[in-house]
């Protein structure tokens, strides 16, 4: 017998690409980020997609794309994690 699979929820609305800004120094301004990741949120996105869709996954590194999650938290935006393979299983 296959264990029951729970419901999930399909996302629906606007899922914004999120531009990753950088300082003069090219690290990531994270400050600046979580600013814009809350205005497209209060602006009527319905999700963001971070780290990747605009290439910035080529020029962050791990330690630098969890510290901005980090701090995206800690600015009141809440996380749901998800690849292609999430969407393709849909």
């Given amino acids: 017998m296959k264990p029951a699979m729970a419901k999930v929820k399909r996302i629906e609305g606007v899922l914004a690409p999120v531009i990753t800004p ?3 120094d090219y690290a ?3 400050p600046r980020f979580v600013r814009h990741c809350r205005w497209l949120l209060k602006s009527g996105c319905a999700g ?3 780290f990747g869709t605009n290439s910035e996954a080529n020029s962050l590194s791990v330690s630098e794309k969890k ?3 980090e ?3 800690a ?3 809440g996380l749901r994690l998800g690849d292609q393979r999430d969407a393709r299983s849909r």
Avoid: H, I, M, Q
């Fill in 67 to 69: 510290s901005l999650l």
């Fill in 75 to 77: 600015g009141g935006v």
């Fill in 28 to 30: 990531p301004d994270a």
């Fill in 48 to 50: 963001l997609a971070v």
């Fill in 71 to 73: 701090k995206l938290v």
């Fill in 22 to 24: 950088f300082r003069k």
